[in-house]
């Protein structure tokens, strides 16, 4: 969703424009435009807890002061990728330059200064520290240290691969498995510079993570098996296996949950009314109707027919 093109404004107004929009969105926050000319697009994308931000334009620092800090506190974490440009990013006492391809992470109960020179793009993310789920001085711990992680580019080829169709994904039922898929990454990428595992570990949770996020991106099709995602991934499927028992989950009974859940949304989504609930199981990979209603009514001690009549649609 598109929140501001300064194209749109007289050139005195720009400056005030972004100014207030950024501080409603982010908090209170200083910000110096290189040159007269400022040119700003910023748009915006809502993932469940997640907000996914692009910023494009002439050069701009962004700064955050401690005194800020103190007068309007928030505790969120934002992750920042840039696409073009080249300028620095400053958190507590770490000093980055950037470029792109570079991932930076912030924790807004901190000052930080973030910006370009010359036109710039950057896309980035903003989540609660509460949804994010990571001990503060865990992820303080991260952010100097987040270049030397082997996750961190994955992480980058997702979040670009999630902005380039922001516009679709953002308005469907699996919005919010992409946030979790998003902060499953930023978790795994803040636990591979922050603690000291064997590497065999570091590299289970790495690959579950990416195991995780195949897995939703394939859910509503049918033949999403184990066979096919330990193919997918250059593994057998014992190891398959043996990397999500490690990490705590049923493989199987994780797909089969988030589908129910699915399918859960569409029953009382009213872009789905005209649909049958056979139709809207097949389309989350039941085949076998009987399966879905018995499989439904395990997790959430209700008929797919009774949760669509307890929810009606308008």
Known sequence: MLLLDTDAHPAHERVDAFQSIAAGE??????????????????????????????????????????????????????????????????????????????????????????????????????????????????????????????????LHHVRALHRDADRLGTEPGADALAAATLELTRALIGSVTAAPPRHAVEDTTLLTRILAYARTHLIEPDLTPHRIAHAHHISVRTLYRICENGG????????????????????????????????????????????????????GVTPGQWRRGHPIR
């Open 26 to 155: 982010s908090g209170t926050c200083t910000i110096e435009h290189e040159g007269p000319q400022v040119r700003i697009r910023l748009e915006r994308w809502n993932f469940g807890p997640m907000t996914m931000f692009a910023t494009q334009g002439t050069g701009i620092e962004v700064r955050r002061s401690t005194r800020q800090v103190r007068r309007d506190p928030v505790n969120t974490v934002s992750v920042t990728t840039q696409s073009r440009g080249s300028g620095a990013f400053a958190w507590n006492d770490h000093r980055q330059y950037i470029r792109p391809g570079t991932l930076v992470m912030a924790n807004k109960t901190a000052g930080y200064d973030y910006g370009w020179s010359g036109m710039g793009y950057a896309v980035a993310f903003m989540v609660d520290a509460d949804h994010l789920g990571v001990p503060e001085h865990l992820v303080r711990a991260a952010i100097p240290l987040l270049s030397t992680s082997p996750v961190a580019p994955l992480l």
């Open 249 to 300: 989950l049923s493989l199987e009974q994780w797909i089969i949950r988030r589908r129910l859940e699915g399918a859960r949304q569409d029953l009382a989504a009213p872009q789905h009314a005209h649909r049958t609930i056979e139709s809207i199981a097949r389309s989350w990979g039941f085949t076998n109707p009987a399966h879905f209603s018995r499989r439904f009514r395990q997790f959430f």
